[in-house]
Antibody, heavy 124, light 107 residues
């Protein structure tokens, strides 16, 4: 049974850095890509980015300048940092697992498991 | 960037109805499309991937079709658990984009 357990600060001030970590249990950590997705209150889902076990990253172009996703394979964990946050970054943040479609070429597959979500509120 | 447009935004239906949701991509994504169901306050749940492949454990009343730029999610006979919001997502070319969502409400 794959489980994704996430944690991080829930209340931040404008201009601070958002940091979240997701720990994965069950399944093979190395065989997947690891994602962050967010959802502002009452709105739709927005993909933030993803990372492989060796640190290959893909980011949403609209957030790329502020986002860093990192991985710690020794702990089966991956993390999100989002800098210079504003009220517009208030959202529920989800970590998630994505399948990898072996090639050639290697392709990113569907997201199939999600964490429970963490509400991050940005307010002065 | 590939944009995904879902229609309708809201759909009112009754238990037992056949329901169809459409998702259009701004450029061809072959069949690299997934559908998710999200209940209020919960994480999304994968229903369909590669446009038409049913995820393990998902009831067979859910089906997906399409390729290129136009896709549909069909619920053959709406059940009480199906009143939720549905999202399409493309995963072509090392990026992902979600549609804006379709809320299925009780009529």
């Amino acid at each position: 049974q794959v489980q994704l357990q996430q944690w991080g600060a829930g209340l931040l001030k404008p201009s601070e850095t958002l940091s979240l970590t997701c720990a994965v249990s069950g399944g093979t950590f190395s065989a997947y890509y690891w994602n962050w997705v967010r959802q502002p209150p009452g709105k739709g889902l927005e993909w933030i980015g993803e990372i492989s076990r060796v640190g290959t990253t893909y980011y949403n172009p609209s957030l790329k300048s502020r986002v860093t996703i990192s991985v710690d394979t020794s702990k089966n964990q991956f993390s999100l940092e989002l800098t210079s946050i504003t009220a517009a970054d208030t959202a529920v943040y989800y970590c998630a697992r994505a399948q990898v479609i072996l090639g050639p070429p290697l392709r990113l597959g569907q997201i199939d498991y999600w964490g429970q979500g963490s509400l991050v509120t940005v307010s002065s | 960037d590939i944009q995904m447009t879902q229609s309708p935004s809201t759909l009112s239906a009754s238990v037992g109805d056949r329901v169809t949701i459409t998702c259009r991509a701004s450029q061809s994504i072959s069949t690299w499309l997934a559908w998710y169901q999200q209940e209020r306050g919960k994480a999304p749940k994968l229903l369909i991937y590669k446009a038409s492949t049913l995820q393990s454990g998902v009831p067979s009343r859910f089906s997906g079709s399409g390729s290129g730029t136009e896709f549909t999610l069909t619920i053959s006979s709406l059940q009480p658990d199906d009143f939720a919001t549905y999202y399409c997502q493309q995963y072509s070319n090392y990026s992902r984009t979600f549609g804006q969502g379709t809320k299925v409400e009780i009529k």
